[in-house]
């Protein structure tokens, strides 16, 4: 990794810390323990009547959910909420479309990406076959000596292909005829 990524991650995890250390001690309220938070009583009396403020809530003089009346519907009231809704309508009906447009280009495209698999595992099998060691064994010499039952055979062996191949194993067999089988 190189030296300025370093830095620059190191500066980063290091401005994370002190963010987090940070909104960690603002979240936290003092301790009433500590000496330098301590109220005088008149203002600990205070602080109580406001918490049984606090605790006046879902009541009749402080409800927790507001209801919200609507005005009745006038004749231009009526009139604009249909056009709204015309407007939201058309707008829709336009949504609708595009989003059937964006469906059908995805589907084209995953049907392009399976395509393109396939011609690539196509390209890279016959790139492997052709790559692959093409032997070829050339006869150099012969001997044969029918007084002495004997035959001697001299081959090489050359690669075309432009991997290289090893030789595991070579079998030979001889046979010897008087005549040629029919």
């Known amino acids: ?31 009433p323990r500590h000496p330098e938070n301590r109220q005088p009583p008149q203002a600990q009396a205070q602080r109580d009547q406001q918490g049984s403020d606090a605790n006046l809530r ?20 009526a009139a604009q909420a249909t056009k709204q809704d015309e407007h939201k309508a058309s707008t829709e009906g336009g949504l609708i479309w595009f989003n059937a447009g964006l469906v059908a280009v995805g589907a084209f495209q ?25 032997l070829f064994v050339i006869v150099l010499s012969e001997l044969n000596d029918p007084r002495a039952a004997r035959s001697s055979v001299t081959c090489t062996f050359k690669n075309y292909g432009k991997t290289p191949a090893i030789v595991k194993e070579i079998s030979l067999r001889l046979a010897f005829f008087g005549q040629l089988p029919a």
């Not at 990794?1 to 603002?26: E, N, S």
């Not at 879902?58 to 009231?77: A, C, F, H, M, Y």
């Open 110 to 134: 995953l049907c392009a990406f399976v395509w393109q698999g396939h011609q690539l595992k196509r390209s890279v099998d016959i790139l492997s076959q052709s790559e692959r060691a093409q």
């Open 58 to 77: 879902g009541t009749e003089q402080s409800p927790i959910v507001v209801k919200v009346l609507t005005p009745p519907n006038t004749e231009t009231g």
């Open 1 to 31: 990794m190189p030296r300025q990524r370093k830095i620059m991650l190191a500066g980063l995890f290091a401005a994370w810390t002190i963010f987090a250390v940070d909104a960690d001690a603002r979240s936290h309220r003092p301790s």
